[in-house]
């Protein structure tokens, strides 16, 4: 049987992300923090060319996101 992670928790996502420097995450971790949903977080990593594929495992570069979603800002 599968191992069942425990229930996201942004706030602890953030601070790490924020202390350590967290770099890559998980979907589900990603998702979580972007408030976006699983297959919409998906397609913005594939976009920004952040996905990377280490055997079974899939991590997401979060910097490459960011720098990828400051494309976006609308000035006024």
Do not use: P, Q, T
């Not at 397609?43 to 910097?63: G, S, T």
Request: net charge positive; charged share 40%; no cysteine.
């Amino acid at each position: 049987m599968a191992y069942k992670r425990e229930d996201l928790n942004v706030e602890a996502l953030e601070r790490l992300m924020k202390g350590a420097g967290k770099k890559y995450v998980s979907l589900e971790e990603g998702a979580a923090l972007m408030s976006l949903g699983r297959n919409n977080f998906r397609e913005i990593a594939k976009d920004a060319k952040a996905i990377y594929k280490i055997k079974r495992r899939v991590l997401i570069n979060m910097d490459k996101i960011y720098e990828f979603m400051e494309a976006f800002v609308e000035e006024d």
